[in-house]
């Protein structure tokens, strides 16, 4: 059973920098499409960075472009977002989802993915 487990979240002044991760079990991921989603409440769940490790692909939104990094470590089957220059516009739950895919490109929408965690919050506030 797949699992994914996200951590690192927290209250930050704005300007900072915040690394999330996500770690995943239960499977091998080495075909997936692992990407970081967000939340605010009344909002659509938007996507924020993928990343397609086998065919060395990544997406990022254009809010947070130059500013955050999709990174990952194929040998602990863990992701990582390294979000810098933080803004109080960053402030929400974010989620870790995967999905195998052959695709080149990195799935943008949240229907599109099979396994999600539970989520980390992130606040930027002064």
């Known amino acids: 059973q797949v699992q994914l487990v996200e951590s690192g979240g927290g209250t930050v002044q704005p300007g900072s920098s915040l690394k999330l991760s996500c770690a995943a079990s239960?499977?091998?991921?080495?075909?997936?499409?692992v990407s970081w989603f967000r939340q605010v409440p009344g909002k659509e769940r938007e996507i924020v960075a993928g990343?397609?490790?086998?065919?060395?692909?990544?997406l990022y939104s254009e809010s947070v472009k130059d500013r955050f990094t999709i990174t990952y470590d194929n040998a602990k089957n863990t992701w990582y977002l390294e979000m810098n220059s933080l803004k109080p516009e960053d402030t929400a739950d974010y989620y870790c989802?995967?999905?195998?895919?052959?695709?080149?490109?990195?799935?943008?929408?949240?229907?599109?993915?099979?396994?999600w965690g539970q989520g980390t919050r992130v606040t930027v506030s002064s």
């Open positions: 239960g499977g091998t991921f080495s075909r997936n499409a």
């Open positions: 990343i397609i490790s086998s065919r060395g692909t990544t």
């Open positions: 989802a995967s999905r195998r895919t052959v695709d080149y490109y990195v799935p943008q929408y949240p229907s599109s993915y099979h396994y």
